[in-house]
């Protein structure tokens, strides 16, 4: 069916788990004959929770996309994860949407999770209006709904569809804009009281009259919505069908457009400045975005992509301004309803699909030949919680890391590396169950069963007080042996300047070409560490003097000499170990507040600032890594699931001498392990 930018409305359904989003979905599938049958999670039918680990949790844990045909408009629908440890696809869906829909149960209050989804939606730009669901349950109660929602988001929240009653006596919604129900006077005059501080010449006008035009109102309450001083609240029961149609008129006709949206920007570099105009000009030159891809090991790899201005058909192409090359492409297909159909050409503002173009990358921006330029990414929090892995067969070494890094290629929050300093393969993402859910898609998908643990943290050593060290290396064995004697000094240096070697050799006691591998034989020592394994940082080596034999020194004896020179030094000089410290950022409902600082106390944490907006609290504080493995576990039990945080590494500290000793003896423990294992 063609259609116009004009004629569709892309909306992302967002909101925490249980808040009615996928049964929103379903029931409109049923109600534009798009699904012959209602759907529902709990019984495995649904429309959306179509991929077995939905099926299996039943919830939703990937956005799935819906073309729904309302009169002669196309709504782009967006299903989101209701999951906080699926965060990536419900803010990627605010990036390519006009507008969010935020679902909020009757039966239940705003979460944090809905309120940062929410409060994410505002970030992007985009319009915002609250879905609540669920009137008919058992403990609705839509006032206090909507009072908890005016205390967080302000007086913009004005409902224009509200239940007749709460709980079992529900059965129909009110509009208010056909003046229907007891509160329609009431919640009309909000409105129009919002819609008239859209623009100061009605606003003039309305505080005079004191009331709008309905021509008036019908022209500015678009652009209210856009310039958020109406945030319209609806109610639906989409298991009875109730509300929907109500819904999908007003999106149809107040919602933006790409049309009407305005327009995004764009570089010409990936770096920035994003400083380029993007008018979603459908005659303009094509260019659009990939949001989301998936790796399918039958299927291959399936892109889904958002046109952002300009048209494109399938026997054009496209350049994929990364790679710098032009890609053919087999086809376009789009969404009709809850079935994948192909198009011949896509336009400004669709949202779209190719199948097997492996080139293509999350994130990439496609575009026409002649203008190619870069869309503005989207920013994601940094994963917070991390594991080693290890294949659970040996020989799975390849198709681990393979199978990992096609996961990495879907989902942005979820990280692959082989961690410089341990050798170990981490896998990072935003929790315990995040992780999870990557790692039973790799044994599905990959056929490749994992073994984890916590990851070894990089911790490094360093001396702190200057030492000599001397060794002779002699070995003789019948011919020619072996020799060479080395003196050293070390000392500490400050922490971050690193390592240091000075020759002090005067006389020729060392010749000179020997004084590389006296270095050599140090840098050995200072990558394998002394006390617990770790790289030996921030000290100033010296060697000044030395002996060497005309036949029997070599290269190899001068490294012997020069290590375990300063082994003798390093054991000296009062070693210690420095462990990576991090900058944490907490926040909290304000309730919450006590908990978690007593809680940072135990981590070893020292808090450097507090801060409170909105009924949240924020916390800055830092806290020791090793503490912060399982933060995530425990944040989210203390604040029963309310909290969230980010971290980033600030820099070393010396580790406790109590806390050091467990260390070493740990390290210790494993060495021996391995000697019996061998």
Known sequence: MAHRPVAIRNLAIVGSSSSGKTALIDALAFITKDSTRHGNSLEGTSVSDTLPEEKERKQTLNSHMFGFHWEDALLNVIDTPGHADCLADALTSLHIAEAALLCVSASGRLTFHGRRLFDAAKAAGIGRAVVVTHPDGENAHFEEVLMSLQEVFGDTVVPVTYPDADGFGFKAVHDVLHGDGPRAKE???????????????????????????????????????????????????????????????????????????????????????????????????????????????????????????????????????????????????????????????????????????????????????????????????????????????????????????????????????????????????TSPLHIDVQLKRLEKRYHCGTVTHPPLVAYKETVTAPAEGHHRHKKQSGGRGQFGEAYLRIRPRDRGLGYQFVDKVVGGSIPRNFIPEVEKGVRHFLDKGGLAGCRVEDVEVEVYDGKYHDVDSDQISFQIAGERAFAEAFAKARPILLEPIMDVVIRVPERFTGDVASNLATLRGRMSGMEMAGGIQTIQAQVPLKEMQDYTTQLRSITAGEGSFEMRPSHYEPVPPNVQHDIVAAYKARLEQAHVHH
């Open 187 to 429: 919640y009309r005059s909000l409105l129009e009281e919002r819609v008239a501080e859209a623009d100061d010449e009605i606003l003039a006008q309305y505080l005079e009259t004191g009331e709008l035009s309905d021509a008036d109102f019908q022209k500015y309450l678009p652009i209210a919505i856009a310039k958020e001083k109406v945030t319209p609240l609806f109610t639906v029961c989409p298991p009875k069908e109730v509300g929907l149609r109500k819904l999908c008129s007003f999106v149809r006709t107040y919602f933006p457009s790409p049309a009407s949206f305005g327009p995004r920007v764009g570089s010409n570099t990936a770096e920035g400045p994003f400083d380029q105009i993007i008018e979603p000009d459908e005659a303009g030159p094509f260019a659009a975005r990939v949001f989301k891809t998936i790796v399918d090991p039958y299927v291959g790899r399936v892109s889904w992509l958002r046109c952002y201005r300009g048209s494109m058909t399938a026997e054009a192409g496209f350049l994929n301004v990364r790679t710098g090359k032009h890609e053919k492409l087999s086809g376009l297909q789009v969404r009709e309803g809850v079935e994948t159909k192909p198009v011949d050409r896509v336009v400004a503002g669709d949202i779209f699909l190719i199948s097997k173009l492996e080139t293509l990358a999350f994130g990439d921006t496609v575009t026409a030949d002649a203008a190619p330029l870069v869309l503005k990414p989207v920013e994601f929090p940094a994963p917070t919680f991390s594991l080693a892995v290890n294949p659970a067969s040996r020989g799975d070494e390849q198709k681990i890391v393979q199978g990992l890094d096609k996961l990495a290629s879907e989902d942005p929050t979820f990280r692959v590396q082989r961690d410089p300093n341990t050798g170990e393969l981490v896998v990072s993402g």
